[in-house]
C-alpha cells in the first residue's frame, strides 16, 4: 500500500480544468467535460419492536450514477465506435450487440496547475448508454458542435498509488 506524505506547503484544492481521460490504454482525444463521479447508498431503515418510537439506520444497496464525457464534434470516430458496440444498426439480428467488448474501464486523471499528475479513478465496466452525435444546429449560433455519451458503469475507486506530485519552484536564470 502506498505511503502519502502530506505537502504542508498546498493550501490550494486542485483545480477542475486539467484532466484526461483514457481507456483501450491510450488517451481519449479532445474531451472537454466530465460529469461528477457520484455514489448513492440507499439507506434501509429498521426498528425492533420494543425499541422507542425512532428507527435504525444501515446501509443498502449503492449506485453509481451514469458519467457522461463531451467533446467538440472532429474526425476522431472513438465515441461513435464505442456508442456502436451496444448497438449498431443494420448489423442484422443476433449481432447488433458487440457483448465480448462492449464494456471498457476508464481512466480519469487529474492534475495539478503545473501539469504534474495528481489524482487518477478507474470507473468499471463503463459501457455507453447514450450517445449524442450532432447538438441541435443553429446558423444564428456562435458556438462549438458537441458531442457526447453517457457511460453506465459498476463503480469507481481512487489509484492510491498515485503520488501526490512534488510542487515545482520556478527560479529566475539571471
Same mark, same amino acid.
Given at each position: 500500500m502506498a505511503q502519502f506524505t502530506v505537502n504542508a506547503q498546498r493550501f490550494d484544492p486542485y483545480k477542475n480544468f486539467k484532466f484526461r481521460v483514457k481507456w483501450d490504454g491510450k488517451y481519449v482525444a479532445g474531451v472537454s467535460k466530465v460529469s461528477a463521479l457520484k455514489r448513492t447508498t440507499e439507506v434501509v431503515k429498521h426498528r425492533d419492536g420494543g425499541d422507542p418510537s425512532s428507527s435504525r439506520k444501515s446501509p443498502g444497496r449503492t449506485e453509481f450514477e451514469a458519467i457522461t464525457l463531451e467533446r467538440g464534434v472532429t474526425h476522431d470516430k472513438e465515441f461513435e465506435q464505442w456508442a456502436n458496440k451496444v448497438w449498431n444498426y443494420g448489423q442484422g439480428l443476433g449481432s447488433e450487440s458487440s457483448l465480448k467488448d462492449f464494456r471498457k474501464d476508464v481512466i480519469i486523471e487529474v492534475y495539478n496547475e503545473s501539469g504534474q499528475l495528481a489524482l487518477a479513478y478507474q470507473v468499471f465496466r463503463a459501457w455507453v448508454s447514450e450517445?449524442?452525435? !450532432?447538438?441541435? !444546429?443553429? $446558423?444564428? $449560433?456562435? $458556438?462549438? $458542435?458537441?458531442q457526447h455519451i453517457k457511460l453506465e458503469n459498476e463503480g469507481w475507486v481512487r489509484d492510491v498509488e498515485t503520488p501526490e506530485p512534488a510542487e515545482t519552484s520556478y527560479t529566475d536564470p539571471a
Open positions: 450517445f449524442q452525435a !450532432l447538438p441541435d !444546429l443553429d $446558423a444564428n $449560433a456562435n $458556438a462549438i $458542435a458537441i
